[in-house]
């Protein structure tokens, strides 16, 4: 059997902080054997909601800290301040190896900047990526970069394209995931400076599946399986999802609610539209790791419910077994020589 | 009454040309006796597909062009090298003064430098954007740009923050219409080096309603009238509605058909659910103008139908009679001083 896999868990990050980020730790122990989690924050609280469940005790153990990271509060300075708060002391558990994996809801900034800062890059990674799963029309793909380094240079997209291919082979089990770049327009000539100078260098990468440009409009689809991009823009892409998703899913129950008629059938198929929805929901899809670090730093959503928290520890346990920041390492070596 | 507004129109341009091309556009001067359409294109076919039709001849003209600017040509060359194309004859009459305004579904690139090269831009203008109209919960909103300028300076994004608030607030008649641009973040200080270039500048104009950042996850929802962006966001904006949208819409229908249960469901809210989403589909809303040329130019979707055509033909109307070049002319120049 494998090893345990030990995840430290910011306790105090997030919207629903720590009630939410308890119970998923409990619900994740309850789940599989193969992962110990060490839940960081004030030691009482955190007790006091776990005295709400029963659990295998030796799964689970508290790690107290005092302070606590604000979503406002200028990143680089958080961390550096705030020695004792939920966030940094759980990226030290991760530091020091007695974690593998962080898990937190809390600031995107802090968790960006501490992934780097105090868990740090691995040798050769020029910046990591955030690269969150997102739900296709038949299955998901990874978009990366999604919010970790705006004005990205040419090096950096190609280094995303391998760290990006490595996770959604031996994470998401796709052999030869298609890679993109996302561009404007389907031509190789179209795009802005960036994308122009990547493309050539992407077309010429050996390791990886380049299939060339992708539009946005053909994400939603399924169109690759790594999309890569800078980060500005795949932030608006993510954020798109959201926002057309959650307008589109009023409109449709605006709909519904329109007539008598409609009304009635809104209660028959409501509980088939449910279901197939779920598929397409970006928070069933557990957190967003940052890739290219000596240990793993996931990101979740600040507003994690359990089931969440609960898939991002699960999440940490394949990436562990599946030793991807050896393979990380491997290839990202592979181009400098 | 107003004067007769003068609309050259593109027969030979789009998915669907000539017959959904010349069937929009005497619809067009069927709803308003203030436009005259000259149908530019090959004449035999043209006149072929009008004979279907009764409507007031006084309205439409036929102007003969024998050559087609295929969508996939490269478009310098093509404007270039197609003189006697139905694109750039169809430019050449609004560059002439013949007529006011031009419509097309075909090429974007080749109206895009067609109509900079040829009907050319309004003094002071130092780039013209692509600006379509995209559906929110609330109404719509202008996307500029959109497409018509990668790599853009802030000084351009600025003005494209006065023209589109010229055009909401004449065209679709928005008093003060909010400016926001688009960021990865609602706070002053985020985003990539021409966001933070562009933020200072946008507060201090003194003729604009700028309300700060706005999220991509807000722009359905109707966070701001106007949407400041560079045209690679822009366009990455408009193709995630397109593809979100159709994403979803696949899954909502998926999602009805599992069950007998549903599929009953389905038949009773289809009526009303089609006009819902009606609301919430872009090419309700007409072709995007590329504004602060000599003229307008406005570029409909490639699949455009008849609908679509006419609405563009109408919204020619609004533009020239409210004068919004004169407009436009009056903020750019104000802001040299």
């Known amino acids: 059997m494998a090893e345990i896999v030990k995840v430290a868990v910011d306790a105090m990050g997030g919207d629903n902080a720590p009630s939410e980020i308890v119970k998923?730790?409990?619900?994740?122990?309850?789940?599989?054997s193969h992962v110990k989690v060490f839940l960081v924050g004030g030691e009482a609280v955190v007790n006091a909601e776990l005295a709400k469940y029963t659990y295998n005790k030796e799964q689970v153990e508290v790690v107290n800290a005092t302070?606590?990271?604000?979503?406002?509060?200028?990143?680089?300075m958080a961390i550096r301040k705030k020695k004792d708060s939920s966030l940094v002391k759980a990226l030290m558990l991760v530091k020091e190896g007695t974690c593998d994996a962080y898990v937190s809801a809390g600031s995107t900034g802090a968790t960006l900047v501490g992934g780097q800062v105090i868990v740090g890059r691995i040798k050769g990674v020029e910046r990591p990526p955030l690269a969150p799963l997102i739900p296709t029309v038949t299955g998901c793909s990874l978009l990366i970069d999604c919010g970790a380094n705006v004005d990205a240079r040419p090096s950096h997209l190609v280094q995303f394209a391998k760290m990006g291919s490595v996770y959604m082979e031996h994470v998401m089990g796709i052999k030869n995931p298609r890679v993109a770049i996302?561009?404007?327009?389907?031509?190789e000539d179209k795009g802005n400076a960036l994308v122009k100078e990547t493309f050539p260098l992407l077309k010429n990468c050996p390791d990886i599946n380049f299939v060339g440009n992708i539009e946005a409009r053909d994400i939603p689809s399924g169109g690759a399986d790594v999309i890569v991009c800078e980060a500005f823009v795949g932030n608006v892409i993510l954020k798109m999802y959201e926002g057309v998703g959650a307008a589109l899913?009023?409109?449709?129950?605006?709909g519904m609610m329109?007539?008598?008629?409609?009304?009635?059938?809104?209660?028959?198929?409501k509980p088939a539209l449910k279901s197939t929805l779920k598929a397409f929901d970006l928070e069933e899809y557990g957190g967003a790791p940052l890739l290219g670090l000596n240990?793993?730093?996931v990101k979740t959503h600040g507003s994690s419910k359990a089931v969440e928290i609960?898939?991002?520890?699960?999440?940490?346990?394949?990436?562990?077994?599946q030793n991807i920041n050896k393979k990380i390492k491997e290839k990202i070596t592979m181009e400098e020589n």
């Open 258 to 269: 329109t007539s008598l008629r409609s009304k009635i059938g809104a209660l028959l198929v």
């Open 295 to 297: 240990g793993l730093v």
């Open 310 to 321: 609960k898939n991002s520890i699960l999440q940490c346990i394949t990436f562990t077994e």
């Open 67 to 76: 302070e606590i990271i604000e979503t406002a509060e200028p990143p680089v």
């Open 249 to 254: 899913i009023k409109k449709v129950k605006e």
């Open 24 to 32: 998923g730790a409990v619900e994740a122990v309850r789940e599989s």
């Open 182 to 187: 996302v561009n404007i327009g389907a031509e």
